[in-house]
């Protein structure tokens, strides 16, 4: 017995030496975001034999133990993305913790959908509710045409006007016209680039989308908007990220058909950089003839010195078309009798000019294994001059604009329980001849007249901000985990009114955004849902003009967001549910950018569910999302007009059809709109427009082993876009106007230089 205790004991003391000699590599898998990467299969092989391999954690986290030190591979796998290998040298006493990134989709990608969960959040994208989709299952919302450059399910798209005009993506229940309460951006490295533009002569802030090639875009995220410190100015209902490739095979892709012809070309110098190209002309389909022109560049360089990781990005845009206007919907009556329909427009002399082009910055230097430093800056200039007609003449809006922006953050990932995030951001929106001019109503005999104009305002503004923020992320217990931020927006208001000098005025706002979240986590052999709860205060600035009023407006709109989701997977299906429920402050003597008038409007609430179910097959994905919203004015009790009450999407993918066929199609559904009040035949019921059915598709076919395809995108479509509601002068009364969405289909061919379709 006594020897068998000493052997017991000479077994332990054997085995705390051999564990004393284990060597932890620790380290954390991300997308091409920089957002945390679950499940993904991390393997350390020495000479072609695996020595080690574990599965990323719910926050990308792995450990790779092994016994000896040495000179070994890491390789990182995950699905819809190309496999990412680098030598690693590990030391006797350890290494620090390291970082990989995949950088590319795979070839086999093209069905895949990954979307952000309720237990993949992180400090630096805390809000459960974002979705990150891969371009490769979204569909060009427009092939070969302007106009946004992709389709995100459940979030329609819309413009009031066709041609090059910026269109707008739309939320449940939320009036995104002229993107207001709903943020884009670019993601240049992890520096979050803002699209939207204060104050724009067309709409307070107005974003473009148009200036994305869209085979450089690599996913589309979108987050309620009101829960991410990062995100600030007009991220109250939404906001919608693009995520950029790291690399392009070199292609030329040419879409036309019987009025429109697209090119777009582009390569990789080197296997750090890219550059995109396209040139677009046409006519569109509707009857009044665009004569279009539009010209884009986009390019990125990735410089990696040291411990720094720099990512350059730039942008080239420039458009010019006639755009067709909004055009009475129903039977014409006596209220818009002076206003013949002339072709899909009440004024052929509606047209759009704009340019715009923007350079970014993003320094990401890793001080250690868990700490990040990011250093970022941005410059933009734009110019934009809009002519349109509304029913009281036409009018332009133009402008010419600045924009200048700085970033710094520091991250730290102390441990499991405790990440901490603070970063301080810079911006200054300079729109000068922030100008509205009105001209005559159009005359038939003198069709190119424009006759004189009359000023209605005219300034200089400037928007800057200075913004402290702070954000601590991590788990408190086995099964939940928390997210709290804080931030402080220091805005400077600076109106100089160029007409009316007694208008001109200069203030400072402060505003405060907390923001807090709290995530449930059950085991996957549980039968209850990952469950997280969100709130947010958000704001958006409003234009500073006070055109024909005699008092500033108020300078900033807020808001409080309550969010919960619950998302569960079963038997290969992934279910989700988002309730949402917002309040936005009310809105003194806000500028109307078409008529120079000042109205009130709100205070409101916003209450909305989304019911999203998604299934990935071996060749093949589905989703469907259902959303149902009310929005309301809290004084008055009428719905708010234009925002959708009613959204279904369903969105369908598959790569192996006979003949060797691929086909992507997508139907959405947009309910009927209330538009407000004033219109016959009862002045004081509520005006509404009509449904929206849109089937979107494309059926390609590659060649010559995966260099070529050819394929066909097509439309089909019913109902009217943009849809709002306008008088005709002298009439008062309201009609409910739009612009027609035409059917078509189009032809796509794209050749793939010096590469094969991987086996």
Known sequence: MQGFKVVIFFLLLMSCALRAQEIVLKGRVLDPEGNALPSASVELSDRNQVVAREASGPDGQFRLKIESPGEFVVTAEAPGFRPVARPINIHRTGNSAIEIQMTQLSSHAENITVTADVNQTDVLSPD???????????????????????????????????????????????????????????????????????????????????????????????????????????????????????????????????????????????????????????????????????????????????????????????????????????????????????????????????????????DAWQLSGSQQLQLSGFFRTYNLSLFSDFGQGLLRQSEFRTVAGASANYENKLTEYFSLLAGFDYEREAPRRDDLDHYGFFNRSQPSYYGPFTPVDANNVTIASLTPYIAAEGAFTRYFRYYLGWRRDEIDFDNDDLLHAQNSFQKWVGVNSPKATISFLPKDSWYVPLISLSFGQAFFTEDPRIGTGTSAGTPVATSHSYQLVASKTVHKTDLRLTLGHVTSSAELAKIDPDTGLQFNEGPSRLRFMTVAVRRNFRSASLLVTFSKADARDLNSGEPTPEAPRTIFDLLGTIQKLPFHLQARGEFEYVGSKPLGTGCLPILTAECKGTPVKEFRGALVRPFLNGRMNAGVNFLVASGDTGQTTENFSPSPIQEVVGVRIPSYASLSITYRFGRTAAP
Do not use: C
């Not at 490769?136 to 009031?160: C, F, K, M, W």
């Not at 473009?208 to 090639?213: A, E, G």
């Not at 990062?230 to 209902?237: A, D, F, I, L, Q």
């Open 128 to 362: 459960p509710g974002e979705k990150v989709f891969v371009s490769q299952d979204l569909l060009d919302a427009n092939p070969g045409r302007p106009g946004a450059p992709v389709s995100i399910p459940g979030y329609p798209i819309e413009t009031a006007s066709s041609g090059i005009k910026a269109p707008q993506y739309f939320a449940p229940g939320v009036a995104g016209d002229h993107g207001e309460p709903i943020a884009q951006y670019i993601a240049v490295g992890s520096y979050l680039v803002p699209n939207n533009l204060s104050a724009n002569a067309h709409g307070n802030g107005y974003s473009d989308p148009n200036v994305f090639i869209p085979e450089v875009l690599e996913s589309v995220q979108i987050d309620g908007g009101a829960f991410n410190v990062r995100e600030g100015n007009h991220s109250v209902n939404l906001a919608a990220t693009y995520g950029l490739r790291s690399r392009l095979d070199p292609f030329l892709t040419v879409t036309g058909d019987y009025r429109d012809i697209d090119v777009v070309a582009g390569l990789s110098p080197t296997p750090q950089s890219w550059m995109a190209f396209e040139a677009a002309y046409g006519n569109g389909f509707l009857d009044r003839l665009e004569h279009r022109q539009q010209y884009k560049f986009n390019g990125q360089r990735l410089f990696t010195l040291g411990q720094h990781r720099l990512t350059l990005f730039g942008v080239g845009y420039y458009g010019l078309s006639y755009v067709p206007g909004l055009v009475p919907i129903f039977s014409s009556n006596s209220a818009d009798a002076n206003f013949p329909n002339f072709g899909d427009t009440i004024d052929p002399r509606q047209k759009d000019q704009t340019h715009t082009a923007l350079v970014a910055v993003n």
